[in-house]
């Protein structure tokens, strides 16, 4: 089989098998793309020209693959992509060739000795409860030039609880729709990463935010464009992922001097309050739709310093040093 048709056949069951996401598609073709185009690349002179077989993909090719990325030999690269970013791409021909192995396309799995680079992991980027209360009320208080209707402010000040309230993704929010909120019971129905659909718990405060948006969100319709997305634009459209993050940056500016604050940021304050409040982490992983508890674990660090900063700041042997 040809890696060009290997490459075709896993992106194919990814969209209409797994029902993966536009974005998670995008990375895979992309990066399988890029290895089609490298190995090409590397043919000697005598197969120039010639498709490459999935049988001439080994370990020293995919090795040779990953190190181009890194500026490493074989490619010179004058940037060097962040661990990361290789990890991802590593991770990615993982997938790749476990998918052929199953399906009995692929003899063997090259992948089965190929390194990771290491990754240093960060804190998440979050804040206390007073600013992240600052910033969900921001829109009551907006300075800018031109002043927002009341439908936006209403509109902006419901994403924001929903964010910070709920732990939602950016991407779940804009994709919420009307039929999926129910203001009664106190929950929203979303679909998470891999098409998998939860409910997730809506606090008081954004339960009204919610009716109140609702109640004048028809300001924002368009009768020649009528949309079921719950969130809209000015133009009547459904609100994109950029529009909300430069609107969570504009209000993180003005509601805690964050102008760096990104909706992630608000996701794992989320998780982060929930868990210096006593949640449970298996609580807490559904409530986010995390698929592993070790992802959800992460906030025990951030939980931790909180913790150490309490114990130094109140504790009288603390106070000795």
């Not at 990615?92 to 090259?110: E, M, S």
């Not at 927002?148 to 994709?175: F, N, Q, T, W």
């Not at 020649?224 to 969570?248: C, E, K």
């Not at 805690?256 to 608000?266: N, S, V």
């Amino acid at each position: 089989m040809l890696l060009v048709d290997a490459v075709s056949t896993f992106v194919n069951y990814l969209e209409r098998e797994r029902r993966a996401s536009p974005n998670t598609v995008s990375a895979y073709r992309r990066d399988l793309t890029a290895l089609v185009t490298f190995a090409h690349a590397r043919q000697p002179a005598s197969r120039k020209g010639k498709e490459i077989e999935l049988a001439d993909v080994d370990i020293y090719l995919l090795r040779s693959f990953l190190g181009s990325l890194q500026g490493g030999p074989g490619g010179g690269g004058t940037k060097p992509p962040e661990a990361a970013t290789v990890a991802r791409k590593g991770s990615a021909l993982r997938t790749f060739f476990k998918y052929l192995r199953r399906q009995g396309v692929a003899k063997t799995d090259p992948t089965e000795t190929l390194g990771s680079p290491k990754i240093r992991r960060g804190l998440p980027t979050l804040l206390h409860v007073d600013a992240a209360q600052g910033v969900v009320e921001a829109p009551e208080t907006d300075g800018s030039a031109r002043a927002p209707k009341p439908a936006e402010i209403a509109r902006d000040k419901a994403m924001l609880e929903l964010l910070y309230g709920s732990g939602l993704r950016v991407s779940e929010l804009v994709d919420l729709d009307v039929g999926g909120v129910g203001v009664g019971v106190g929950a929203v129905r979303v679909v998470g990463k891999g098409n998998k659909e939860r409910v997730v718990p809506v606090g008081e405060l954004a339960v009204e935010m919610l009716a109140h948006y609702m109640n004048v969100r028809d300001a924002l319709t368009r009768e020649d464009r009528p949309n079921r997305a719950l969130f809209l634009s000015n133009r009547g459209t459904r609100i994109t992922v950029r529009t909300v993050q430069n609107l969570v940056k504009k209000w993180g500016t003005l509601g805690a001097g964050r102008a760096d604050l990104h909706p992630h940021a608000l996701r794992h304050t989320c998780a982060t309050h929930l868990l210096e409040g006593g949640a449970d982490l298996r609580s807490i992983q559904e409530i986010l739709g995390h698929a592993s508890l070790s992802t959800t674990q992460r906030y025990t660090h951030v939980s931790l310093d909180h913790l150490l900063k309490v114990y130094d700041g109140t504790h009288p042997l603390a106070r000795r040093r």
